[in-house]
């Protein structure tokens, strides 16, 4: 008879935190959708309308994806092969698909919603990292930071880098709080919506590998072969095995792995997700061929070309990561921004986009809020860049020719 009290006790727990959370971030909620309405508005102003935000490049691509599903092989009518949209994750279509079967949505409207709402949710996990690390202001600005960061035109858009950035910064903000099983989890929800992934993988991997290590050393000191690691006393009986960390880590794998798998099935290939990103032309580059293909982006880019911007805005996220790399507070979310920087930059095929898959790295974003600015001109600057970026949002939309 205890045990359904018991139980509405620990629910009524959390939802409570739940709702103090909320409390404490309701300043985040309503900055980003302000600078996603200040693009929506601007789209408009100079487009008459916003059938660009779902039409445009990846968001045409995941709006058939959720009307028509996966095509392989995917061929032109006289037979000839073309790219296959099984180069897109499954989970973001899933969700439109879902919304558009159930509820009074067109799946165009659906597909900005699930955005838009992932939006949300990385915003809020964003700050729920930022507060736990630095408190409520600097989680405040970290989240507003990200609305306004290079290529956050895909947050407005029907992009799912809103719910990959939420499944990110939910992933942390577990192992912050040493919960590795929702990390886990955190991170094969991640794996269901882009390939990097791999970055929060890595992050909840190597958690596991320093509580296997914490593990090793205690037991040794048990044994009285090695002095206790400093900081904590020597145990009394056997230290479990870090089981927790050790399911999290397996789960973690689970997504991304999953649909490795299915597109090797429907490939018929070990590796076929691989060749579907070959038909792409996507290729990874030698240190070589890398610093070439920079130099051919930065001097060699058309007139009016966002490759030589995006380029920098990557040298400026790797100074950044520098700021980061040796502080012991952000350990994990330094070996998540550092497998996303290898992903992203280690490709020259599409350097147009390397904006973009960085804009999920808001960890990079951390020495920025760290500065020593009052307040009132922190506002200042942050309400200043939200309108200039909404803007050159709306104008890179409507005029470029090289996809975000």
Not at 209 to 234: C, I, K, Q
């Amino acid at each position: 008879m205890q045990v359904p009290g018991t139980v509405g006790r620990t629910a009524a727990r959390q939802f409570g935190t739940i709702g103090r959370h909320l409390r404490l971030a309701w300043p985040v909620f309503l900055i980003f959708l302000t600078q996603r309405l200040l693009t929506v508005a601007f789209v408009y102003h100079q487009a008459g309308g916003l059938r660009w935000l779902v039409t445009r490049w990846d968001a045409g691509w995941y709006l058939g994806l959720a009307e028509g599903g996966y095509v392989y092989p995917n061929l032109f009518p006289d037979g000839r092969p073309r790219v296959s949209n099984l180069a897109f994750f499954p989970l973001y279509p899933w969700l439109v698909r879902g919304i558009d079967d159930i509820g009074p949505l067109s799946p165009s409207q659906a597909l900005l919603a699930v955005s838009w709402f992932g939006g949300l949710l990385a915003v809020w996990a964003i700050f729920a990292v930022g507060n736990a690390l630095y408190g409520r202001w600097a989680g405040i600005a970290l989240s507003a930071l990200w609305g306004m960061a290079p290529a956050s035109l895909a947050l407005t858009m029907g992009y799912p880098e809103g719910l990959f950035t939420a499944a990110a910064a939910a992933a942390l903000f577990c192992l912050i709080r040493r919960r590795p099983v929702w990390a886990g989890v955190c991170a094969l929800v991640a794996g269901l919506l882009r390939p990097s992934a791999v970055a929060v993988i890595a992050m909840v991997g190597v958690y596991f590998l320093v509580e296997l290590g914490r593990w090793l050393a205690l037991r040794r000191a048990r044994s009285g072969d090695e002095p206790t690691p400093r900081g904590r006393a020597a145990p009394n009986s056997a230290e479990p095995f870090p089981v927790r960390a050790f399911v999290g880590a397996v789960v973690s794998t689970l997504g991304l792995g999953g649909f490795m798998v299915y597109v090797g099935i429907r490939t018929g290939e070990v590796f076929g997700y691989f060749t579907v990103q070959g038909q792409w032309g996507q290729q990874t580059a030698s240190i070589a061929g890398y610093v070439h293909g920079v130099a051919q982006g930065l001097f060699n880019a058309g007139p009016g070309s966002s490759i030589p911007l995006n380029i920098a805005v990557s040298i400026v996220y790797l100074l950044l990561f520098c700021l980061i790399l040796f502080d012991r507070k952000l350990a994990f979310a330094s070996v998540y921004a550092a497998v996303l920087l290898v992903m992203s930059l280690t490709h020259v095929t599409y350097q147009n986009v390397y904006a973009r898959q960085l804009l999920p790295a808001f960890v990079l974003l951390i020495p920025l809020i760290r500065l020593r600015v009052p307040r009132i001109g922190a506002i200042t600057a942050l309400t200043l860049g939200s309108i200039v970026m909404s803007w050159c949002s709306a104008h890179y939309l409507l005029t470029s020719a090289l996809a975000l």
